[in-house]
């Protein structure tokens, strides 16, 4: 249609001729009103950033001379939130003269690296920053998916 009877008809039907695909040969115009549209757009966006999944990326420290416990309960911290679909950064702080023991840090990392090994992959090798050494782990793909499905069946056998 004619962009000038097209313009016409709307203003006979008293609505707004609104271009709906800019890039399609040839452009795809509608007559509805404006006002309406906008807010179903709005709402549509709205909706899609309600289903968005954020990534965070949480913290736990360590020191060289951390001991056994305190390893396995930061450990065990660090694989909540990876199954919760979090990242986790891993970071050894060394003061003074501990900065000659990197090799303490780098063995705590690679014992961590190697726990945590079943639901995450390192995305950050272990290096040093300054007066620090840490490392990233991100969550599994395929862990993340496989629970997401096994939780739907388990409640259906609940109900």
């Not at 709205?46 to 999944?53: D, P």
């Not at 360590?62 to 979090?86: Q, S």
């Not at 079943?118 to 490392?135: H, I």
Request: overall charge positive.
């Amino acid at each position: 249609m004619d962009t000038r009877d097209a313009i016409q008809e709307a203003r006979n039907r008293g609505v707004d001729l609104v271009e709906i695909a800019p890039n399609a040969k040839p452009p795809v115009c509608r007559l509805i009103d404006y006002g309406k549209f906008q807010y179903e757009q709005k709402k549509k966006a709205h909706e899609a950033k309600k289903k968005q999944v954020t990534v965070q990326v949480k913290e736990i420290k360590f020191r060289p001379g951390t001991d056994d416990h305190d390893y396995g309960y930061r450990m065990k911290h660090a694989r909540e939130w990876l199954e919760g679909g979090d990242k986790v950064r891993a970071a050894i702080a060394f003061r003074g003269r501990e900065m000659s023991h990197r090799e303490l840090g780098a063995k705590i990392l690679a014992k961590l690296t190697e726990d945590l090994s079943d639901l995450s992959d390192v995305e950050v090798a272990p290096k040093m920053e300054g007066y620090q050494m840490f490392t990233i782990f991100s969550p599994k793909k395929t862990k993340s998916v496989d629970k997401k499905a096994a939780k739907p069946q388990e409640n259906e056998n609940e109900a």
